[in-house]
């Protein structure tokens, strides 16, 4: 399967514990998407990396998030003292920018869905 | 925040109706694309119209847009059971240089195939 993966699935945890979820894009992409989606919304952008430098954060990502993407390959993005409000699906993509075209099509990971109780 | 809304929320519909989706969106764009999602799942890249075009067909899917209007449609033919889904559209305003091009969505209109 070449396509966008994210670990893990499923996530519960005690309010105040860190979280870590992980992608792994498609290979030969440079460009990787954190987004996060509540029920019944759709997803929001929190950050952006090209290759190994994150260039853009949301005001959505507070200074409990924090994400990385060492060597541009694989990415985490850590949730520190978790609150319930974090609840949500974590979802990650990649892309390939289409040079003078300036189209970018983001291909998604399945999402990580965390619970925090 | 949300970029705008797909109308309507929800759309039940009989296997081989057609079915239509509109979007609206706030401020100027690059590209819209529409994304399907299965519940609980990631989200599928369906198609992308680029803002220097009116309408474009992939399959059973034709999506139009009209920027005067701020607005996008997604017409599916032929429904089968398996379309049921929730529909996105996302639109992105464009990078450059190193620019990201984030995507920002609606909320997304729930799409029921009844068999």
């Known amino acids: 399967d070449t396509g966008v993966s994210q670990n893990p699935r499923h996530k519960i945890t005690k309010r105040g514990q860190n979280v870590t979820f992980r992608c792994d894009p498609i290979?030969?992409?440079?460009?990787l998407y954190w987004y996060r989606q509540t029920l019944g919304q759709g997803p929001e952008f929190l950050t952006y990396f090209q290759n190994e430098a994150q260039l853009e954060k949301s005001r959505l990502l507070s200074d409990r998030f924090s994400a990385e993407r060492p060597k541009g390959s694989f990415s985490t993005l850590e949730i520190q003292r978790t609150e319930q409000g974090d609840s949500a699906m974590y979802l990650c993509?990649?892309?390939?920018?289409?040079?003078?075209?300036?189209?970018?099509?983001?291909?998604f990971g399945p999402g990580t869905r965390l619970l925090v109780l | 925040s949300q970029q705008g809304e797909e109308d309507p929320q929800a759309l039940s519909i009989q296997e081989g109706e057609n079915a239509t989706m509109n979007c609206s969106y706030k401020t100027s764009i690059n590209n819209l694309q529409w994304y399907r999602q299965n519940s609980g799942r990631g989200l599928v890249h369906l198609i992308l119209i680029r803002s220097n075009e009116r309408e474009k067909h992939s399959g059973r899917l034709r999506v139009t847009l009209d920027t005067s209007k701020k607005s996008s449609s997604l017409l599916i033919t032929a429904s089968r059971a398996a379309d049921t889904a929730s529909y996105f559209c996302a639109t992105d305003a464009g990078g450059s240089g190193a620019g990201s091009y984030q995507l920002t969505f609606g909320k997304g209109t729930k799409l029921s195939v009844i068999p």
């Open positions: 290979s030969e992409h440079n460009r």
């Open positions: 993509a990649s892309s390939s920018l289409q040079g003078a075209t300036g189209q970018e099509t983001q291909y």
